[in-house]
């Protein structure tokens, strides 16, 4: 009986818990569409998920930061923005909704990264938007505010506060902030840290009732001037701003959507528009097939002649043109004719030495005559003849240019000696043999 009557608590308990900890977990808003959306993610709420430190008593404050995601996908919707300056500050989820979503439930995943102890904390943030029954406001006006960054006019009391001085202003009976626009985000550029520059924020707010002589100033066209000379517009109700808030008014906009501004323009026709002939009618399936061969056949056959015919010419002039070697020779002096030979037959000579340096020295440094008898001498060596074995003094052999005589010693004795006889251009030089006769 305890058994039975003790089983279905933990299983109550367990569904309780469950349902508790989803509730705890996901959190529901119910924004209205065209009016300004913000919601915070307050550190204070994540770090209850983390472990505390390891110090009891010791104040947490560790770096928390968030990313933000439309379930299922990896980036928020097009309309929601978020920014967290530091990781010891609170995000900032703001945008306003449209109303093609209204009626849907956005589900916006929160996930908590502790960058002390690496844990993260997952939460759901259901957004319910609404329909507004006084949307869209008609008149609307966009101011920038260059005193302010985008994080600090999300605030409530700043934004209260700027809201209520737009009041005073314009005197309207329903007065909604419709969205807060980062400068940054309209291609401005990120301030210089110079005396606690802001980067600016544009505020679009919405009202029911036309705007205020105050906000027209500054269509006239003495305030138009000045903004085009990039001087300060002189605004009537800039001091109820001034005091917390400065206004570029010369970047301020007023629109005004009761004026059914017609989009239809009258066409003039002329050079390409077409006349109007009623529906687009594609051709039909029945169109005969075009025979491309001809085309084919005159894109190839006509460059193809042009090429062949400058290929005869060239051919023409390159073979039978030519004159030839004989008719060369026939008009070139004998003379001409012989030196020409002599150098090509000494051009040969040097090329054959330069590719083998051991042949035999070239018959044209040695001597074609004897120079006593007048007989022609054969070279020292032929082809075959090994110069490698020679002798570098060739005092000790009777070659037949060589001439061998007689010398008288100190002591009254002759020793023989020989002299090689040369040639200098043909005739044969023998001063060393006379000189040694006389001796």
Known sequence: MRGCAAGPWPALLLTVYTILSKVHSDRNVYPSAGV????VLEREYFKGEFPPYPKPGE??????????????????????????????????????????????????????????????ARRNLIINIMSA?????????????RNMNVE?????????????????????????????????????????????MKEGVYVMVGADVPFSSCLRE?????????????????????KKFRTQFHIDWCKISLVDNTKQVSTFQEV?????????????????????????????????AVPSAIALVLFLILAYIMCCRREGVEKRNMQTPDIQLVHHSAIQKSTKELRDMSKNREIAWPLSTLPVFHPVTGEIVPPLHTD???????????????????????QQQSAGEFRMTTFQRFEVNGIPEERKLTEAMNL
Not at 271 to 293: A, C, F, M, N, V
Request: charged share 20%; with cysteine.
């Open 152 to 196: 600090e006019m999300l605030a409530s009391e700043v934004l209260g506060d700027f809201l209520g001085a737009v009041k005073n202003v314009w005197q309207p009976e329903r007065l909604n902030a419709i969205n807060i626009t980062s400068a940054l985000d309209r291609g401005g550029r990120v301030p210089l840290p110079i005396n606690d």
């Open 384 to 406: 075959s003849y090994d110069n490698t074995s020679m002798p570098l003094m060739q005092t000790q052999q009777n070659l037949p240019h060589q001439t061998q005589i007689p």
């Open 218 to 238: 500054v269509e006239n066209p003495q305030n138009q001037l000045r903004c085009s000379q990039e001087m300060e517009p002189l605004i009537t109700c800039d």
């Open 59 to 120: 104040i947490s404050n560790d770096p928390i930061t968030f990313n933000t995601n439309l379930m299922g996908y990896p980036d928020r919707p097009g309309w929601l923005r978020y920014i967290q300056r530091t990781p010891y500050s609170d995000g900032v989820l703001y945008g306003s909704p449209t109303v093609e979503n209204v009626g849907k439930p956005t589900v916006i995943e929160i996930t908590a990264y502790n960058r002390r102890t690496f844990e993260t």
């Open 268 to 300: 003039i026709r002329g050079e390409g528009i077409l006349p109007d002939g009623g529906e687009y009618k594609p051709p039909s399936d029945t169109l005969k097939s075009r025979d491309y061969y001809s085309d084919f056949l005159i894109t190839l």
């Open 36 to 39: 300004l959306f913000v919601h």
């Open 133 to 145: 029954e006084d949307f869209p406001l008609p008149y609307q006006a966009e101011f920038f505010i």
